[in-house]
């Protein structure tokens, strides 16, 4: 570590007039690097090159020049005596976000000759570094719908020794993107070591989100000793809704036969927000019902609110009983993000035997013939009706 030592920026005495100069002294320290997200002890060296007893700095306090990315409070060290060196750690918390280099400065207020007083700026610069944490967060999934509300899961762990106390988790999106719902930020009484903590939080991704925003996450915490922050910034990507369904289903034959084959026409319509590359359609073999010919069907793109017919032809088991089948198709495409996605769809395929068919179509023309014959002697009888009275009125005349 180097030594850095320390210039006055500027310096105030008050007192009574005429105001002697005040002991001459310097601050000093070694610390060049601080940890982000974290409470920094710098080692602050006071060296008071002052005589005599009317030489000591009385009522000293320290304190931080307002410095974007770092805190700190007033240290009170009392007195130091002349021609004496004291160092005192200086207490200074690191935003997790804190710049690589922050330029900042110590101020020093005492009093001398019991009523006069000094007040000076010694600039100091330093580093900030990323530092071992003992938390640890993640965020999932990566992956969100636009459009829909999605649950994050936000995993917190302590990796280290000892348990941590008093945790607020904040998470942070950018506005045009999503929407936060629930309280923020998400309070936790404690982590013990080695254990973990799983919360959810619910956002609204809007439609119009970009393809690639951040999601902050933000840890405040106590260690034991000081206040301590950890920081996970995630990029979550966003894909637009899918929703293929199908219609106007059409079989060729209507009713197939065991050990024949026969056509699915359909028509897919995507009634998402998105649309669908690369859509392939596929019959699933299940039940005695498989593909014929190629496995699946290649159908291209099928855009936002479009639609595109799309015909399977499929040959059925000879050994297949009469009844009703559910047959899945399997659709494959690829989403705004060249992701594989899949989803299924089924449709209803009666299945009848070519036996059967034929019973019920004798049946059919059975019952027809049936009618036909009934009408033809009724017709025979009224004509045999008509001739017997005709005969009997001729017999008649004869015998009178």
Same mark, same amino acid.
């Given at each position: 570590?180097?030594?850095?030592?320390?210039?006055?920026?500027?310096?105030?005495?008050?007192?009574?007039?005429?105001?002697?100069?005040?002991?001459?002294?310097?601050?000093?320290?070694?610390?060049?690097?601080?940890?982000?997200?974290?409470?920094?002890?710098?080692?602050?060296?006071?060296?008071?090159?002052?005589?005599?007893?009317?030489?000591?700095?009385?009522?000293?306090?320290?304190?931080?020049v307002t410095t974007r990315g770092m805190l700190a409070s007033t240290l009170d060290i009392g007195t130091v005596p002349a021609n004496t060196a004291k160092t005192y750690k200086f207490p200074v918390f690191v935003d997790a976000n804190a710049s690589l280099y922050i330029p900042t400065g110590i101020t020093i207020n005492y009093f001398y000759y019991e009523v006069y007083t000094d007040s000076e700026v010694q600039n100091m610069s330093f580093t900030t570094r990323a530092c071992v944490e003992p938390i640890t967060?993640?965020?999932?999934?990566?992956? +969100?719908?636009?459009?829909?509300?999605?649950?994050?899961?936000?995993?917190?762990?302590?990796?280290? *020794?000892?348990?941590?106390?008093?945790?607020?988790?904040?998470?942070?999106?950018?506005?045009?993107?999503?929407?936060?719902?629930?309280?923020?930020?998400?309070? +936790?009484?404690? +982590?013990? *070591?080695?254990?973990?903590?799983?919360?959810?939080?619910?956002?609204?991704?809007?439609?119009?989100?970009?393809?690639?925003?951040?999601?902050?996450?933000?840890?405040?915490?106590?260690?034991?000793?000081?206040?301590?922050?950890?920081?996970?910034?995630?990029?979550?990507?966003?894909?637009?809704?899918?929703?293929?369904?199908?219609?106007?289903?059409?079989?060729?034959?209507?009713?197939?036969? *065991?050990?024949?084959?026969?056509?699915?026409?359909?028509?897919?319509?995507?009634?998402?927000?998105?649309?669908?590359?690369?859509?392939?359609?596929?019959?699933?073999?299940?039940?005695?019902?498989?593909?014929?010919?190629?496995?699946?069907?290649?159908?291209?793109?099928?855009?936002?609110?479009?639609?595109?017919?799309?015909?399977?032809?499929?040959?059925?088991?000879?050994?297949?009983?009469?009844?009703?089948?559910?047959?899945? +198709?399997?659709?494959?495409?690829?989403?705004?993000?060249?992701?594989?996605?899949?989803?299924?769809?089924?449709? *209803?395929?009666?299945?009848?035997?070519?036996?059967?068919?034929?019973?019920?179509?004798?049946?059919?023309?059975?019952?027809?013939?049936?009618?036909?014959?009934?009408?033809?002697?009724?017709?025979?009888?009224?004509?045999?009706?008509?001739?017997?009275?005709?005969?009997?009125?001729?017999?008649?005349?004869?015998?009178?």
């Open positions: 570590m180097l030594l850095v030592s320390a210039t006055a920026v500027y310096a105030g005495t008050g007192g009574p007039a005429p105001v002697p100069a005040p002991p001459g002294y310097n601050l000093t320290t070694n610390a060049t690097a601080l940890c982000r997200g974290q409470t920094n002890y710098i080692p602050i060296t006071i060296t008071n090159h002052g005589t005599g007893d009317i030489g000591s700095m009385q009522d000293t306090t320290l304190g931080l967060a993640t965020i999932s999934p990566k992956i +969100i719908t636009a459009g829909a509300i999605e649950n994050l899961t936000l995993n917190i762990t302590n990796a280290g *020794p000892y348990t941590l106390n008093a945790l607020s988790v904040s998470l942070n999106v950018p506005a045009s993107d999503a929407a936060l719902l629930g309280n923020q930020p998400i309070e +936790i009484n404690s +982590i013990r *070591p080695h254990s973990s903590m799983i919360l959810s939080q619910q956002v609204y991704v809007s439609k119009n989100a970009s393809q690639s925003f951040p999601a902050n996450l933000t840890i405040d915490y106590y260690n034991g000793t000081a206040l301590s922050q950890a920081w996970n910034d995630t990029q979550l990507l966003t894909t637009g809704i899918i929703n293929i369904t199908s219609s106007s289903l059409t079989l060729s034959p209507t009713v197939p036969s *065991p050990g024949s084959i026969f056509s699915i026409s359909l028509v897919l319509t995507n009634t998402g927000s998105s649309g669908a590359s690369a859509v392939t359609a596929a019959i699933v073999p299940t039940n005695g019902i498989s593909a014929y010919g190629g496995n699946s069907v290649f159908i291209g793109s099928v855009g936002a609110d479009s639609q595109v017919p799309v015909t399977l032809s499929a040959t059925t088991d000879p050994s297949m009983h009469n009844g009703v089948y559910q047959i899945p +198709i399997q659709i494959n495409y690829l989403n705004g993000l060249r992701q594989n996605v899949s989803q299924s769809i089924t449709v *209803p395929v009666q299945i009848l035997a070519s036996n059967a068919i034929n019973v019920t179509a004798i049946r059919s023309r059975a019952s027809g013939g049936s009618g036909l014959l009934v009408l033809v002697l009724i017709i025979i009888i009224i004509v045999l009706l008509v001739l017997y009275y005709r005969e009997r009125k001729k017999i008649s005349r004869h015998m009178k």
